[in-house]
């Protein structure tokens, strides 16, 4: 089926395990990806739980592309990481993948920087089927997502990208997206953008 017929759904917790494959088999290039398929599905299971957190799923017989945010305060990736099934994908991930998994670590740690007022939205995933991309259904899922948060009260999303994604940069800047700053994780260079409403 063409991206443009895909059905667009929200997301359930029991799309956790499909996306989370999805997720690892067609994002190599992703630090959460070299965690291990284990770990990413531990991870969306947690977040499709948590009832500030909202994604959107396109499939036709099967999932082919998914959007997840969470609203922020209710995601802390500390909070996420002390949870025991995260947790124990974690240490189980340590023992196949030992390098990234230990950097991933800095995922956790802190960042001090000024938050725009008012409620905010973190974006955390957002993966096609190769074959179904630069075809729109990135922008029917971006729109789609910032719709129901806008529909909420959001003032402003944000999303960090790894420097040389052009494609998620497209995306981006054609939803008014701008870049903050720019940050390492991981040994590579990060941009952190922002959206605000209105
Ligand atoms: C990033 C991604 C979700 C974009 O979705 P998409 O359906 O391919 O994008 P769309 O067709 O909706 O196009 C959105 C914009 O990106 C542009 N674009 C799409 N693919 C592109 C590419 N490979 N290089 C440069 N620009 C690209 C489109 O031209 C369009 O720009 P425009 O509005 O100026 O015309 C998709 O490519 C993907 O799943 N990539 C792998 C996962 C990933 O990198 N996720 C982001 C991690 S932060």
Excluded: C
Excluded at 13 to 19: E, G, K, N, S
Excluded at 60 to 77: M, T
């Amino acid at each position: 089926m063409a991206a443009s017929e895909l059905l667009i759904r929200p997301a359930r917790p029991a799309d956790a395990q499909v996306l989370g494959d999805l997720y690892t088999q067609h994002l190599y290039a992703s630090h959460l990806a070299k965690l291990g398929p284990r770990f990413v599905r531990a991870l969306l299971t947690r977040l499709l739980n948590v009832p500030t957190v909202y994604g959107l799923v396109a499939e036709d017989e099967q999932v082919r592309g998914f959007i997840v945010a969470a609203a922020l305060g209710a995601f802390s990736p500390t909070g996420l990481a002390l949870s025991t099934t995260v947790g124990s994908a974690w240490f189980r991930a340590l023992w196949r993948r030992p390098g990234p998994t230990l950097r991933s670590l800095e995922l956790l740690l802190p960042r001090r920087e000024a938050r725009p007022q008012g409620a905010g939205v973190e974006l955390l995933f957002i993966a096609l089927e190769p074959r179904y991309r630069a075809a729109g259904l990135g922008q029917r899922l971006t729109a789609e997502l910032l719709g129901h948060f806008q529909s909420e009260g959001t003032r402003w999303f944000e999303v960090s990208t790894q420097a040389d994604n052009l494609a998620v940069h497209a995306l981006l800047q054609a939803f008014g997206f701008r870049v903050v700053r720019d940050y390492r994780l991981f040994g590579r260079t990060m941009w952190r953008w922002r959206k605000l409403v209105g």
